[in-house]
């Protein structure tokens, strides 16, 4: 185990039995992958890709049928393992009598955190999740966007290393959707490692350093937004200083026209198009 | 206080709340206490058969609904989690499966504690007012005056403080139903059927000892099969042990040996099953 890796998956494989003796479905086929520490890693794929089974994996909810995944060293599904690992699923559901801080504060509780542990933990959490204002009102009045600040902030309660997020910004405003990204950004910032799914597109170029693409239990795609959006076949040519009329000849000599600046870079693709050509 | 401490206090408080604000409870208890509201209406009986019925009567209205109260709360708990998703959020946490399953039992065992008292103290407002009815029409009874000697026997049946001993002996019996509950829950996919299992394994264990004797004592049958039997009769509930229950509503003076044998079968009871439904509970996938 690389020390600086906070997971490591190595050649898993997850199948779901079905009823009556049908062949077992395969879920995910061979994946491996490795995150470091300070990263903010997207999984892409249709429904039924085996994203939450990546989850449930990682988490000990399901088992591999072959292969590893090891989270700061630790077997996956162990109560180290977990420790090390905060998990905001697509649709959290906590009981709707307890306000905000009752959450945070029953699921320290459960993390096994001592009033005192938990009293420092939770202003900082209340500050990143922007729930101040609310925290103290029960959770039956509360918005589909402050429900989810409620499950990031539960995720976090325990300091864990690494974050898994399921479809986070999914059903959020505007503004629901900002504050989730720049809550991921700060996160990475203080050096946590975020694995999360999303069907956004938009909103993973904006905040993922890697991603991978899964169809049908497969990883099809990874790799590095800046390499993968890289179209080798096609150049982004920006000039400097000609008129609307010297752009129309300028393709075969640039400099021969006159331009005072001349700069080729490779020209991206969007997320959504390559998504597109690998799930079509 | 130690990190399993805190776990464990945090997921038993949380089943506690969840239970008080469910209706099961409710459900349950409030049927129970109109029941014993009845208790008055029953006259047509002699001074002393109606003390014998009054114990009689408040102990199986404790007892039949507490057992619906531990194995319909026992099945429902682990249920609710597992339809409204939050075992993936609970279990996602640093928290051991045994200690999942050991806090759900404790909130349990709370909330019957919880239920048997209120029951309790109802049924002793109830002896105070049939006591006063029942003694004012003794005293009015011209033709069968009763002695004060006979009186005091009479309150010192009614208020007998084993009776106290009798509603422990049913709470052990509850929690070792609860035990059962919990284990069927771990490999159940619906609440029915872990509430329609745990009916017919209370229903055995009430029938157990009587069966056995009789298999046992039976000479047509093979050494290999009494070996089953005895096996069968170790892993099935055997409510014999909570018989002293009975003894005392009889009015059996009891001591010690009534509360050690259904206090050591009880726990003996809850280490196998929790040791057997935490293997089944580590091994189950949740999808």
Known sequence: MNSSLSLQIRNVQARYSLAWNRKAMVALDDFSLDLKAGEIFALLGPNGSGKTTLFKLILGFLKPKQGSILIQGEKAGTRKARAQVGYLPENPYFPKYLTGREILETY?????????????????????????????KPLHTYSKGMIQRVSLGQALIHDPQLLLFDEPTTGLDPQGVDLMKEAMKKLRSLGKTILFTSHLLEQVETVADRIAILYQGKKLVEGSMNELLKENDAATIQVKGLSEEQLSGVKGALYDFGASAVEVTPRSGSLENLFRRYTK | MSALYLRLSTLTGLTVRDLLRQNVLYLILIPAALTLLTLPLFTALTFEEQIKFMRD???????????????????????????????????????????????????IGLILFFALTILTVLSAGLFAYQEKSLLEAAIGNATHPLSSQELQRFSDQLWSPALLMAVLILYLKLILMVGFTLLFSTVASSSLFTIFTSLMIYLIGHLQSTAREWVMGSEGLSVGMKWVVGLLSVILPDMSFYEGAERILLGATPGLSYLIPPLGYTFFNLLWILGLSTWIFESREFR
């Open chain 1, 108 to 136: 320290g509780g459960l993390s096994g955190l001592s009033r005192g542990v938990l009293k420092d933990r939770l202003e900082p959490i209340l500050e990143l999740t922007q729930m101040s204002s609310f925290a103290e």
């Open chain 2, 57 to 107: 009567f408040c102990y199986g209205t404790m007892s039949i609904f507490g057992l619906f109260l531990a194995i319909i709360a026992t099945a429902q708990s682990l249920s609710n989690d597992l339809e409204q998703k939050t075992i993936f959020t609970i279990l996602a946490k640093p928290l051991n499966r045994w200690e999942y399953l050991v806090s759900k039992g404790m909130g």
